[in-house]
């Protein structure tokens, strides 16, 4: 089963989702389709509890994504660990943020 083709997972394992990792999930499929489309091959880092959410990459360069939904912000400390991470200097850190309705995300590139 493929994620975000309009199946909602209501219960995984036998245990019941929570409704904001269900969002989260969602989001990120829908972000990970959207870097698809442009042309870049893209990994979703599922269950890994790391400071990136997707990595895109393509012939050009590489995308570090952490999705956020709704109100969600990046925290300072988020800020400087994404900061910090290990990458080759042809990769962006990103935060992509999905408004409620929104058709795409708000992409801010982490300085």
Partial sequence: ???GQGCRIT???GRKVNANYRKGRERE???KKLLESVGYTALRMA???SPVDLVGFNALGMRLIQVKSGRANVTPAER???RGLPRPKNATLEVWRWIPRSREPLIEVVT
Wanted: charged share 15%; proline share 0%; aromatic share 14%.
């Fill in 1 to 3: 089963m493929s994620g």
């Fill in 11 to 13: 219960h995984l394992f």
């Fill in 47 to 49: 269950g890994s509890h």
């Fill in 80 to 82: 400087e660990t994404l």
């Fill in 29 to 31: 499929y829908r972000s």
